[in-house]
């Protein structure tokens, strides 16, 4: 075999004495070492808000949201095929990075809701009867979700906002952010954790990259002027349908019938109102987040209902939710 383009003598000074698991992952990381350096550095910073020395909250988390928008940037720059697009793709990028800042600062306690009823801490459960490996666990999906959706906008340039389902499959973003998240849960004592973190990673980012409009207003935040029954029979259908979420929820056949996995589903449904909560952060609108969190909290609850009515039949579920979505 003829190296001739040097991807194999690149991919030894990486790998080194390291095995690989995966050699097409690895010859694209070696293609790419800035890209996925700067992910690897923007999770970790993410994740170690709360632990860096020497800096604060604020400082950590401006530190995250620069690795942030480094990386954003050197993903829309290898998607983006029109230089004359650079400024606003730049002006995406920012606004992205700028979004983020305030999801994290109300994630970390740093900015309240002008609400004034501690609503980051209700969502995700600090100070509930919960370990703090499980808190820490559930804010790590989180971030994961809120980093996804700050990418999704910064594809808001160039019209790649629509191609960035295909440009995370293609550059294994997902796959890399969950490896990430798995290996940041094995800090935890909790031995279930990784298969647990593993599980909600996929469902967030197959969540945080969905594109349908009928789940949304027009500013990108959920659509909460439907009927929750209306809004959960669009969720069934836009989940069993979806490539990445069915292969999230790990959707079978067993003789002839489709099922939904239980575990993932309710993992999905749970995880389902502090993602919209996250989606309705706006810098214009503090204070709309708590409704959000509390009518898709009413959505989780249907789907759950039904799921177990159904059987995790995936066919009955959609008969079932179309039919009452219709009354």
């Not at 295909?166 to 990430?180: G, N």
Request: hydrophobic letters at 40%; aromatic letters at 10%.
């Amino acid at each position: 075999m003829h190296d001739t383009e040097g991807r194999y003598t690149r991919l030894f000074e990486i790998v080194d004495s390291r095995g690989i698991a995966d050699l097409d992952d690895a010859l694209l990381e070696a293609d790419q070492p800035e890209l996925y350096r700067s992910l690897h550095n923007a999770i970790s910073s993410l994740s170690s808000i709360e632990t860096i020395q020497n800096l604060s909250k604020e400082e950590a988390i401006q530190r995250a949201t620069i690795f942030s928008e480094i990386f954003f940037s050197r993903l829309c720059e290898i998607a983006g095929s029109d230089d004359t697009l650079a400024a606003s793709r730049s002006d995406s990028v920012q606004a992205a990075s700028s979004w983020l800042k305030i999801v994290l600062r109300l994630l970390y306690g740093t900015l309240e809701s002008d609400s004034g009823t501690g609503t980051a801490a209700t969502v995700i459960g600090h100070g509930s009867s919960e370990s703090d490996s499980e808190y820490q666990q559930y804010r790590l999906i989180l971030l994961i979700y809120s980093f996804t959706r700050a990418l999704v906008r910064a594809f808001a340039a160039d019209g790649l906002n629509e191609e960035a389902a295909r440009i995370v499959k293609e550059y294994r973003i997902s796959k890399k952010l969950t490896e990430l998240a798995v290996g940041l849960s094995r800090r935890s004592d909790n031995r279930d954790a990784e298969y647990h973190v593993s599980i909600c990673a996929e469902i967030a980012i197959a969540w945080a990259l969905r594109q349908n409009r009928l789940l949304f207003e027009t500013e990108g935040t959920t659509n909460t002027s439907q009927a929750p029954d209306k809004r959960a029979n669009e969720i069934c259908a836009w989940a069993f349908s979806n490539p990445l979420m069915r292969e999230a929820l790990n959707i079978n056949q067993y003789r002839d019938i489709e099922y939904f996995n239980k575990e993932r589903f309710e993992a999905f449904i749970s995880l389902l109102p502090a993602f919209a909560w996250i989606d309705s952060i706006q810098d214009e609108t503090k204070g709309k987040e708590w409704k959000e969190y509390l009518s898709w909290k009413e959505v989780a609850e249907i789907l759950r209902e039904k799921a177990i009515a159904t059987g995790y039949r995936t066919g009955t579920m959609l008969e079932y939710m179309a039919s009452i979505a219709q009354t």
